[in-house]
């Protein structure tokens, strides 16, 4: 299993604690959430290290990764989001994000037509078409025709 992708589930299981704000978070517990999202989706038993969450949380924060987390402590004890409405499932794409999609877009196409790959076809538009809404700021929507 690769580093990352348990750094992912980390990450995704801080973000999901800290948006939920009916509760305070101590590093604790961010802690125990993360061992128990890990055995959950990973089927890792040994737990998290209270290093790797604080570098988590330091990495988050930072521009490294592109999230920009507004992680703040309170009480010197609980960890929370500054703004409310913060997730870093809301980061909105950049310009080359965009423009390397596009190109795995095109890759993909050359596959049209082989049978192996029908499945893909319709994956393909779809991505194709919430790329276009993202560049032009769209949001999708239904048109009924009128006699």
Known sequence: MPV???ALVRYKTIDACLRRRNRKWTLEDLI??????LYEYEGIRKGVSRRAI???IQLMRSEKLGYNAPIVVLDKK???YEDPEYSI???P???QDLN???EVVGIL?????FTHFREVDDMVNRLQHKIQMVKTNQRPLIDFEKK
């Open 4 to 6: 990352n992708r348990n």
């Open 32 to 37: 125990e959430a993360c061992s128990d999202a």
């Open 54 to 56: 604080q570098l988590d």
């Open 78 to 80: 609980y960890y929370t």
């Open 89 to 91: 499932a809301n980061i």
């Open 93 to 95: 794409l950049t310009q």
């Open 100 to 102: 390397t999609l596009n």
């Open 109 to 113: 196409r050359q596959f049209k037509g």
